[in-house]
């Protein structure tokens, strides 16, 4: 079976990311993966989400983070 969708709501619940920076990863092409089924419409999957989180882990303060 296929995954529900969530919104952009539901993402700022579960990473705390607020809807503006949520925003600015979608323009610079470094947050999670997202779906626009219209214009004004963005979804995402659950599960993409917590795995571009946890992709964001660090091991130490002062590392580098990834650029593209």
């Known amino acids: 079976m296929d ?4 919104t952009q709501d539901e993402v700022r ?8 920076a949520l925003a600015q990863l979608r323009y610079r092409g470094t947050g ?11 979804l995402y999957k659950r599960s993409e989400v917590i795995e571009w989180l946890e992709s964001t882990a660090q091991t130490r303060t002062g590392s580098p983070a990834l650029t593209c």
Request: proline share 13%; no cysteine.
């Open 3 to 6: 995954e529900a969708f969530i």
């Open 13 to 20: 619940e579960i990473t705390g990311i607020e809807l503006p």
């Open 32 to 42: 999670p993966r997202f779906y626009k089924p219209t214009a004004r419409r963005v």
